[in-house]
């Protein structure tokens, strides 16, 4: 993600301040980095585009499975958990105090300066298997898009009812290879448009979705609709009807998954008013408005599909027509998965990167690098090491969505190992060491109350989306449709 505040011209600006400096450094923060400039607006439009995503394309599944009551419920509970943690995480940009205290640049520094030592290697630890899963995710999710496209056309040709069966595992050499050429590209996430790429491409295919669902509810008549979701012997059976709830409560999870780029986000602001009160205030805002979005989409994809909603209301074909829309709306997904799967890489790739450099400083292999003319792009800062770690990491990341080319359990399993250390476990434990709560106290007790239904519930959520991959690869009938 491409934030404010650290434009192209940054380099240009500190060179000013510094110069200015004896003139009272009024183009510096109190950090000596370059003034930040991010306001209430950019800051929620940022989380807008953090928020919303591929895991919108589930969301209608996710209600089939929960119903009428239980599914609305459970997206609001959702979002009023994320929407309090990301409030508490607000408060530990500055450390120990929320206002004048000393700037935490990421969210593992904010876990460093507040808890460290075990706690710290823990959310590394979480962090980086995320980033995998993400990235994972994406492959799977892309491949299936691109398969969509083809096996859409084939429909419209052939109708409805033909044997127009499309295999992923193409698309998804295809994708590797795009990734590998751009996963050479140093620092990609600083280029600004990629952030705006993204953030157009996933709302104009979620639109879409929605658009799509409104014509199809207008349409009648619908699919079969009940207050508790699928029915046990009708549509599933009680065992069934476990799982996919437990894998429902991931698919959510993996929905409001952003958790971990908030401080980046508080970064962006600018001192004054304090950057913890405008967050809370973006915050609020921005994850109303992405609930409001994930409750029409949900909502009315189960409106229009009913039990029987695809997994992925996009590729899973409940819409045929228009198919030349059906089709623009996976494109729109190949192209916003393609530059976000280099967001999440990239913190991956420069955390490897730097590691092997201090481990062996003085390995050529590692440390070398050598300026390259490549045509119409300039110069380019070429490193072996780097054409071969990161090539690896694509194709092991192919390799395994191969082997799990399942879009909802994937994302299920994702979400849910995600969604309690990121967004619960360590903001509460960060806000009781920084505001200094006293163990055994009401809020204190409060507080690791909601820590540990979070984690019960990431727990079943998990285990729901491992029994759909084992059911899958064991060659059972898929729990939903892909």
């Not at 000393?102 to 980086?128: D, I, P």
């Not at 285990?463 to 059911?471: A, E, F, K, R, Y």
């Amino acid at each position: 993600m491409s934030l404010e505040g650290r434009g192209k011209a940054a380099s240009i600006d500190e060179a000013g301040a510094f110069e200015i400096a004896a003139d009272g450094r009024q183009y510096l923060d109190d950090d000596g980095r370059t003034r930040r400039t991010g306001t209430f607006v950019t800051a929620s439009a940022h989380i807008i585009t953090a928020v919303i995503g591929s895991g919108v394309l589930s969301l209608a599944w996710s209600v089939a499975q929960l119903g009428w009551i239980a599914g609305p419920a459970v997206l609001m509970a959702f979002s009023l958990i994320t929407w309090f943690c990301s409030s508490l995480l607000a408060d530990c940009y500055r450390s120990p105090d929320p206002v004048h205290g000393k700037r935490n640049y990421s969210y593992m520094s904010a876990v460093r300066t507040n808890l460290g030592g075990v706690k710290f290697k823990f959310c590394g630890l979480a962090q980086y298997v995320n980033l995998v899963g993400v990235s994972i995710g994406y492959t799977i999710t892309t491949a299936i898009s691109m398969a969509a496209v083809k096996r859409s056309n084939c429909f419209h040709r052939r109708g409805h009812g033909a044997d127009c069966k499309v295999s992923s595992t193409m698309y998804m050499i295809v994708y590797a290879g795009i990734q590998m050429i751009l996963s050479q590209i140093p620092n990609f996430h600083k280029l600004s448009w990629l952030s705006l790429v993204a953030a157009v491409m996933s709302f104009a295919y979620s639109f879409i979705g929605l658009g799509l669902s409104i014509a199809k509810i207008a349409e009648g008549p619908r699919g079969r609709t009940s207050l508790t979701g699928v029915t046990v012997g009708v549509d599933v059976s009680g065992t069934e009807k476990v799982w996919r709830t437990f894998q429902a409560l991931g698919d959510i999870a993996f929905a409001y998954s952003f958790s971990n780029v908030l401080i980046e986000i508080q970064d962006t602001l600018k001192s004054s008013p304090p950057e913890n009160k405008v967050m809370r205030k973006a915050t609020l805002v921005g994850i109303t408005i992405t609930t409001t979005f994930y409750m029409l989409c949900g909502v009315l994809g189960y409106a229009a599909f009913g039990n029987n909603a695809p997994g992925n209301f996009l590729t899973g074909f409940g819409f045929y027509d228009p198919y030349w829309l059906v089709d623009i709306s996976n494109i729109f997904i190949t192209i916003h998965l393609i530059g976000a799967y280099q967001v999440f890489c990239q913190p991956i790739f420069q955390f490897v990167e730097n590691w092997s450099q201090n481990r062996w400083p003085n390995n050529a292999f590692v440390t070398g690098e050598h300026i390259i003319k490549i045509p119409m792009l300039g110069k380019y800062p070429f490193s072996l090491f780097r054409l071969v770690w990161r090539t690896s990491y694509v194709i092991v990341t192919a390799v395994v969505a191969m082997i799990f080319p399942f879009f909802n359990d994937f994302l299920g399993l994702i979400g849910a190992l995600a969604f309690w250390p990121l967004t619960v476990f360590f903001p509460v434990e960060m806000y009781i060491k920084q505001a200094e709560i006293r163990r055994w106290s009401r809020t204190w007790i409060w507080l690791q109350i909601l820590s540990g239904v979070c984690f019960f519930v990431s727990i079943v959520a998990a285990c729901g989306s491992v029994q759909g991959l084992i059911h899958a690869l064991a060659g059972y009938k898929p729990f939903k449709t892909t």
